[in-house]
């Protein structure tokens, strides 16, 4: 693994998270973050690894920041919604939901 390469350190993050480890997945994609601010995936994957997690509202700003980078991400408003309905945000939640179908996600 090279410790300056950002893909390197989301895939790893990925292959942990397979593994059920996921605040090791999580560590991993905070550094392909630290190295690349950019790195749209690894921003998601941390959300999806959150969500597993039951963190929701640390999930919601990990996709905050996906959709930040790429507004047309439907599957990061999609997951962003399911992460509000969780915590009982219906209007959020029924907000992300239409923006994701309004882009293409099919549920």
């Not at 905070?30 to 509202?57: S, V």
């Not at 919601?60 to 009982?88: H, K, M, N, S, V």
Request: aromatic content about 14%; overall charge negative.
């Amino acid at each position: 693994l090279d410790p300056e390469d950002a893909e390197a350190w989301l895939n790893k993050g990925i292959a942990l998270a397979d593994q059920g480890k996921d605040d090791e997945a999580i560590q991993a994609y905070d550094e392909a973050i630290r190295l690349d601010p950019e790195l749209i995936w690894a921003w998601f994957c941390k959300g999806l690894t959150l969500m597993m997690q039951d963190k929701y509202d640390e999930a919601i700003l990990a996709f905050d920041e996906t959709i930040g980078l790429d507004p047309g991400f439907a599957d990061a408003w999609y997951f962003r919604g399911f992460a509000f309905e969780t915590l009982g945000r219906t209007t959020e939640a029924n907000e992300a939901y239409t923006k994701a179908e309004e882009l293409g996600f099919a549920r």
